[in-house]
């Protein structure tokens, strides 16, 4: 069968049914992806680490690490990299990385960690762009197939952190940082175009996202959706993951500033053609 995959829009969902690795792989396979990381020779993994908090505020290590098996059953080639830069002041990405167990799992799979927020940088500009004219961006979410995991959460200031926000991990605190309380602070300003033209400049290759369980309030405090969707979807169109992830929180994508921009130029928020995959 001839894979829709890349076609925008397309959002794949499954069931969660406890096994990551079934879930995942059946979710995968579906996409279309494994065609694509036959040519990869650097695959990026970013979670949403935002703080050293436990799972649903951040993205589950099991998870990253089914998601790990699949690329190195697939593909014997590609260097495979779990990258993230979290925004606490308090502590650095690496404490994350051992808080959330994510030193162990990089120890056992033979995979690489990064903190973003350290990493070598390059200086990119679009004019055109109202809000970041001008960025500074880790070199290395260019130099790899980028796969974006974030957790199904709301958020004050952005309504939504989904994939498109989860892009903000990568943006380095030596330039973004405003104040002592936030290491990207900066991106509170204007956040609907902050997160916008932050995507213009690099989107995710693909994302998984976790709505297992999700957060409906806020993104690091509250309660949980109820019930919990127990669902993870896939998809190569951020814009159409980000629609769909709104949709679970029961949010209406076109008052969510980001993604409303972002309809139609970075891919399509409606209509979305989603199909259920069976594990």
Same mark, same amino acid.
């Given at each position: 069968?001839?894979?829709?995959?890349?076609?925008?829009?397309?959002?794949?969902?499954?069931?969660?049914?406890?096994?990551?690795?079934?879930?995942?792989?059946?979710?995968?396979?579906?996409?279309?992806?494994?065609?694509?990381?036959?040519?990869?020779?650097?695959? =990026?993994? #970013?979670?949403? $680490?935002?703080?050293?908090?436990? +799972?649903?505020?951040?993205?589950?290590? @099991? %998870?990253?690490?089914?998601?790990?098996?699949?690329?190195?059953?697939?593909?014997?080639?590609?260097?495979?990299?779990?990258?993230?830069?979290?925004?606490?002041?308090?502590?650095?990405?690496?404490?994350?990385?051992?808080?959330?167990?994510?030193?162990?799992?990089?120890?056992?799979?033979?995979?690489?960690?990064?903190? =973003?927020? #350290?990493?070598? $940088?390059?200086?990119?500009?679009? +004019?055109?762009?109202?809000?970041?004219? @001008? %960025?500074?961006?880790?070199?290395?979410?260019?130099?790899?197939?980028?796969?974006?995991?974030?957790?199904?959460?709301?958020?004050?200031?952005?309504?939504?952190?989904?994939?498109?926000?989860?892009?903000?991990?990568?943006?380095?605190?030596?330039?973004?940082?405003?104040?002592?309380?936030w290491k990207k602070s900066a991106f509170h300003e204007r956040m609907q175009e902050s997160i916008l033209d932050l995507n213009r400049y690099r989107t995710p290759d693909f994302t998984i996202l976790d709505a297992t369980v999700g957060m409906k309030?806020?993104?690091?405090?509250?309660?949980?959706?109820?019930?919990?969707?127990?669902?993870?979807?896939?998809?190569?169109?951020?814009?159409?993951?980000?629609?769909?992830?709104?949709?679970?929180?029961?949010?209406d994508w076109r008052k969510i500033g980001h993604i409303k921009m972002a309809h139609k130029e970075l891919g399509i928020a409606e209509?979305?053609?989603?199909?259920?995959?069976?594990?």
């Open positions: 069968m001839k894979s829709n995959s890349k076609i925008k829009g397309a959002v794949y969902i499954c069931r969660f049914n406890s096994d990551w690795n079934k879930s995942i792989a059946s979710l995968m396979d579906a996409s279309g992806i494994e065609a694509v990381l036959e040519h990869q020779k650097k695959i =990026l993994i #970013k979670p949403n $680490l935002v703080e050293a908090l436990k +799972p649903p505020i951040t993205t589950p290590v @099991e %998870l990253v690490g089914a998601i790990v098996d699949y690329i190195q059953k697939k593909t014997a080639e590609a260097d495979i990299i779990i990258g993230e830069g979290t925004g606490a002041a308090d502590y650095d990405t690496q404490h994350c990385f051992e808080e959330l167990g994510y030193t162990k799992l990089a120890k056992d799979k033979k995979v690489k960690l990064v903190d =973003l927020n #350290k990493e070598p $940088l390059i200086k990119l500009t679009n +004019p055109k762009l109202s809000r970041w004219p @001008e %960025l500074y961006l880790p070199r290395i979410i260019f130099d790899c197939f980028l796969i974006s995991v974030p957790v199904l959460k709301a958020h004050s200031l952005a309504d939504v952190t989904l994939t498109m926000k989860n892009m903000m991990g990568a943006a380095p605190p030596s330039h973004y940082q405003k104040g002592g309380h309030e806020a993104h690091l405090w509250g309660p949980t959706c109820d019930p919990h969707p127990n669902i993870i979807a896939a998809g190569f169109d951020p814009v159409a993951i980000d629609a769909y992830g709104a949709g679970l929180l029961k949010k209509p979305l053609n989603i199909a259920e995959v069976k594990v």
